[in-house]
């Protein structure tokens, strides 16, 4: 729901894959990603199948669980500012990819012809706002020591996609330099590799009726080929959804009767309680008072779209000094 490029990309790829790996398999040379063809025989239409199916079949799999993770983003953004960072990632790391052989080549004396073929640059250039603007939320445990959070398992794919090849790792360092790169707000690439409005109008019309999905009711429905254990346990995380959801309105309410703010007193005991002999009767002057820690509308934003009014991520903003993990943190436990 709402995200029809990231279905897209999940679709047409993958079915251009296992067709090619299962019927196709003469076909699978004008999408590999070949640079010498590239540099001397100036196959430059290479950079465009070669970068964009995958031939591995592995690859396949795990970048196409990446997207469907990453698909927050269009969600987020919306698909013409997802669409413009794929096209600037996907671009850039075509010249890093060029640069990190040359000077693979030239430091180490290794001649790289060839690299994975698929859409993995840009794939990679998500990590970076994904550790960036994702919160990190605690789940468990292991052992006591090992955290587990929401974002464990993308890691561990990506860490899986990382070592399923040979010289993948120059895409994935591609991949994340492009990423670093389009999200700097000194370089400016965001404002120049974009996608225009009215190409982004003309693929709303077309394709986008294609892969848009309706939005999903409020019942799930357990699947009928399950066994039991999974049947139960999907029960179980629906019952504890419906708690969890039910919890966070109720704590709404009350936060809405109480003035729409948070109630700090159960952190940090009221100033005025704290008696001191030497500044009982003196109140503290404006110059004393600290200024108030400024606080980033962008996270804001973040934390609105999360489902809290706007005076509650203040306060939360505010008194975690501006960490978003902490702030959201708290937001879900109070």
């Given at each position: 729901?709402?995200?029809?490029?990231?279905?897209?990309?999940?679709?047409?790829?993958?079915?251009?894959?296992?067709?090619?790996?299962l019927l196709f398999q003469h076909y699978q040379k004008f999408f590999a990603y070949n640079l010498q063809a590239v540099k001397e025989d100036f196959q430059i239409w290479r950079?465009?199948?070669?970068?964009?199916?995958?031939?591995?079949?592995?690859?396949?799999?795990?970048?196409?669980?990446?997207?469907?993770?990453?698909?927050?983003?269009?969600?987020?953004?919306?698909?013409?500012?997802f669409s413009s960072f794929l096209l600037g990632a996907w671009m850039l790391s075509a010249l890093f990819d060029l640069l990190l052989v040359e000077i693979t080549q030239y430091?180490?004396?290794?001649?790289?012809?060839?690299?994975?073929?698929?859409?993995?640059?840009?794939?990679?250039?998500?990590?970076?706002?994904?550790?960036?603007?994702?919160?990190?939320?605690?789940?468990?445990?292991?052992?006591?020591?090992?955290?587990?959070?929401?974002?464990?398992?993308?890691?561990?794919?990506?860490?899986?996609?990382?070592?399923?090849?040979?010289?993948?790792?120059?895409?994935?360092?591609?991949?994340?330099?492009?990423?670093?790169?389009?999200?700097?707000?000194?370089?400016?690439?965001?404002?120049?590799?974009?996608?225009?409005?009215?190409?982004?109008?003309?693929?709303?019309?077309?394709?986008?009726?294609?892969?848009?999905?309706?939005?999903?009711?409020?019942?799930?429905?357990?699947?009928?080929?399950?066994?039991?254990?999974?049947?139960?346990?999907?029960?179980?995380?629906?019952?504890?959804?419906?708690?969890?959801?039910?919890?966070?309105?109720?704590?709404?309410?009350?936060?809405?009767?109480?003035?729409?703010?948070?109630?700090?007193?159960?952190?940090?005991?009221?100033?005025?309680?704290?008696?001191?002999?030497?500044?009982?009767?003196?109140?503290?002057?404006?110059?004393?008072?600290?200024?108030?820690?400024?606080?980033?509308?962008?996270?804001?934003?973040?934390?609105?779209?999360?489902?809290?009014?706007?005076?509650?991520?203040?306060?939360?903003?505010?008194?975690?000094?501006?960490?978003?993990?902490?702030?959201?943190?708290?937001?879900?436990?109070?």
């Amino acid at each position: 729901d709402k995200a029809p490029l990231s279905k897209s990309l999940l679709l047409v790829p993958s079915a251009i894959s296992i067709l090619l790996a299962l019927l196709f398999q003469h076909y699978q040379k004008f999408f590999a990603y070949n640079l010498q063809a590239v540099k001397e025989d100036f196959q430059i239409w290479r950079l465009v199948c070669g970068r964009t199916i995958c031939l591995d079949l592995k690859d396949t799999f795990c970048s196409s669980l990446l997207i469907y993770n990453f698909r927050i983003f269009e969600r987020r953004y919306g698909s013409r500012k997802f669409s413009s960072f794929l096209l600037g990632a996907w671009m850039l790391s075509a010249l890093f990819d060029l640069l990190l052989v040359e000077i693979t080549q030239y430091i180490f004396g290794i001649t790289i012809n060839s690299l994975p073929s698929g859409f993995l640059g840009p794939v990679f250039a998500l990590f970076v706002p994904f550790y960036s603007s994702i919160p990190r939320v605690q789940v468990t445990q292991v052992l006591g020591h090992f955290s587990i959070t929401n974002k464990s398992l993308v890691y561990i794919l990506g860490l899986q996609l990382l070592t399923s090849g040979s010289y993948i790792w120059i895409l994935a360092l591609s991949g994340l330099i492009s990423g670093i790169c389009y999200n700097s707000s000194i370089l400016k690439v965001h404002q120049i590799l974009c996608v225009p409005r009215w190409v982004a109008k003309i693929f709303s019309w077309t394709l986008e009726p294609l892969f848009s999905s309706a939005e999903p009711t409020n019942e799930v429905r357990v699947g009928m080929g399950a066994t039991v254990d999974i049947q139960r346990q999907q029960r179980m995380e629906l019952l504890d959804r419906q708690i969890m959801m039910s919890q966070v309105a109720q704590m709404r309410r009350q936060r809405q009767q109480q003035g729409g703010m948070i109630n700090w007193n159960r952190l940090f005991p009221p100033l005025r309680h704290r008696h001191n002999a030497n500044y009982q009767d003196h109140r503290p002057s404006e110059q004393g008072i600290p200024p108030p820690t400024e606080v980033s509308e962008e996270q804001v934003a973040r934390l609105m779209e999360m489902g809290f009014s706007r005076g509650d991520a203040l306060e939360a903003l505010r008194a975690s000094n501006n960490d978003l993990n902490v702030a959201t943190n708290f937001l879900l436990q109070h």
